[in-house]
């Protein structure tokens, strides 16, 4: 079964990963409408020290229907809601339209722009 393309997240956090535990040095923060992860499930991935000829960060759609290496053009954070933009050939890698939106409870902004900003960078997250 696939995620849907847009959905409401109930779930939302990040937690910071260990070589041991995780395989990278980094930060892992998720969007999910359920804490299973089913009916949608948005993961961002960002490895503190990448190799050069490595993205920092990726985007993991689903119970793993999609994943993309970079390609976030920008991510706009508003109260109760987020909309990614993603490049053409990025957003086919996950399965999703080149913009979609996310949205979650408002009290949950700050947490989300924080935790999108540490996993895609300050010059996406606006």
Same mark, same amino acid.
């Given at each position: 079964? *696939? @995620?849907? %393309?847009?959905? @409401?997240?109930?779930?939302?956090?990040? *937690?910071?990963?260990?070589?041991?535990?995780?395989?990278?040095?980094?930060?892992?923060?998720? %969007?999910?409408? $359920?804490?299973?992860? *089913?009916?949608?499930?948005?993961?961002?991935?960002?490895?503190?020290?990448? #190799?050069?000829e490595e993205e920092?960060?990726?985007?993991?759609?689903?119970?793993q229907e999609g994943t993309t290496?970079?390609?976030?053009? #920008?991510?706009?954070?508003?109260?109760?809601?987020?909309?990614?933009? %993603?490049?053409?050939?990025?957003?086919?890698?996950?399965?999703?339209?080149?913009?979609? #939106?996310?949205?979650?409870? @408002?009290?949950?902004?700050?947490?989300? $722009?924080?935790? %999108?900003? #540490?996993?895609?960078?300050?010059?996406?997250?606006?």
């Amino acid at each position: 079964m *696939s @995620a849907p %393309l847009e959905f @409401a997240a109930t779930v939302v956090g990040g *937690s910071p990963t260990t070589e041991q535990d995780d395989g990278f040095v980094g930060y892992v923060f998720g %969007l999910a409408a $359920r804490e299973d992860g *089913s009916e949608g499930c948005l993961l961002v991935q960002r490895a503190d020290n990448p #190799r050069p000829e490595e993205e920092p960060y990726c985007l993991v759609w689903g119970e793993q229907e999609g994943t993309t290496y970079g390609g976030v053009e #920008r991510v706009v954070v508003d109260p109760g809601g987020v909309t990614f933009e %993603l490049t053409t050939l990025n957003a086919a890698e996950l399965g999703t339209p080149r913009q979609f #939106r996310i949205t979650f409870p @408002a009290q949950h902004t700050d947490e989300v $722009r924080w935790g %999108l900003t #540490r996993t895609l960078g300050e010059g996406v997250v606006t």
